[in-house]
């Protein structure tokens, strides 16, 4: 069983940063894929990043250039740095692990976090 804990969401005006964090708990926590998700109010939940277990990274296009997922392992931490934020960010963010590397389809995973909740204003 993994538990993942994200953290570092809050309110930021437009072209302004923040960085989540995604704390895991679990001994083997090189050996799983992390993606995060995003789930805008009355939307669907969407893929927005991922990387794998080598450092292999994948961005929605619409992410793509403003956000960068990192991880240290030593730390059991994912991170996702989000710069030029703009309205249409705004959502719950998730993350979420499994073992293999290649899908962006939130069903593909099996252990999530609560989520943590990110508001840019215009």
């Known amino acids: 069983q993994v538990q993942l804990v994200e953290s570092g969401g809050g309110l930021v005006q437009a072209g302004g940063s923040l960085r989540l964090s995604c704390a895991a708990s679990?001994?083997?926590?090189?050996?799983?894929?992390i993606g995060w998700f995003r789930q805008a109010p009355g939307k669907k939940r969407d893929f927005a990043a991922i990387?794998?277990?080598?450092?292999?990274?994948d961005y929605a296009d619409s992410v793509k250039g403003r956000f960068t997922i990192s991880r240290d392992n030593a730390k059991n931490t994912v991170y996702l740095q989000m710069n030029s934020l703009k309205p249409e960010d705004t959502g719950v963010y998730y993350c979420a692990a499994r073992w293999l590397y290649g899908s962006r389809l939130d069903h593909d995973f099996n252990y999530w976090g609560q989520g943590t909740q990110v508001t840019v204003s215009s």
């Open positions: 990387i794998g277990t080598g450092g292999t990274t």
């Open positions: 679990t001994l083997t926590f090189s050996r799983y894929t």
